[in-house]
């Protein structure tokens, strides 16, 4: 590949046109073998430096899809990576990508989960093991997972949720075995679900 044009995007970014036509943008940081310097117009690379540099591009481009993605939302790793792939953005690209904004603080799995927890109870009240499960099947690890939902209840009455979601329960028709199985499969321990169903009950 032969370039024919570069231009300084920001301090990290080129914007680089090669001689086939072509024009896409590189971060200098996921360059691996070329120098920064080495990029001029009328430089040639191939082989190994010609896939690094096309690398770059692709991991790049993986980088501002990513940040569209979190323009909008907070996203967590496995999600935004799910996305992209689905995007046809390359595995390696999208690894390299994501391992910048976490490095920037762009992309957070604990304040993905934190603000997933808050969005989500707020509609739908659901007890500590629930949580947990649906944090994990999101493709948040074990481990920060438990954390989040710990740190979450530091600052929420689960109680008070618990009996939240009973109340919903009660309101849309549940009784009897269904409405115990409800509870419990909402993530609320057996011990806390009976004692309200037993304090609804005497009302």
């Not at 954390?147 to 009996?163: G, S, Y």
Request: with cysteine; glycine share 6%; proline share 1%.
């Amino acid at each position: 590949m032969r370039l024919s044009a570069i231009k300084q995007a920001s301090s990290d970014v080129v914007e680089i046109t090669s001689e086939d036509g072509p024009v896409f943008f590189v971060r200098l940081s996921f360059l691996s073998l070329i120098k920064p310097e080495e990029l001029t117009a009328g430089s040639e690379f191939v082989l190994e430096k010609e896939e690094d540099l096309i690398d770059a591009g692709l991991a790049f481009a993986a980088e501002r899809k990513a940040e569209d993605y979190l323009s909008r939302s907070e996203q967590c790793r496995a999600g935004l990576e799910k996305k992209l792939l689905h995007k046809q953005h390359s595995k390696k690209a999208v690894e390299r990508a994501l391992d910048f904004l976490e490095g920037r603080g762009l992309l957070d799995d604990m304040r993905y989960c934190s603000c997933w927890l808050r969005s989500h109870t707020s509609a739908k009240p659901q007890g500590r093991t629930r949580l947990t499960g649906e944090l994990i099947s999101r493709g948040i690890s074990c481990g920060n997972a438990q954390k989040a939902v710990n740190e979450f209840f530091e600052t929420v009455d689960e109680e008070e949720m618990c009996l939240k979601a009973l109340k919903k329960a009660i309101k849309a028709g549940k009784n009897g075995e269904k409405l115990l199985k409800f509870m419990i499969d909402s993530g609320f321990s057996y011990r806390m679900v009976t004692r309200y169903i037993k304090n609804s009950i005497g009302e």
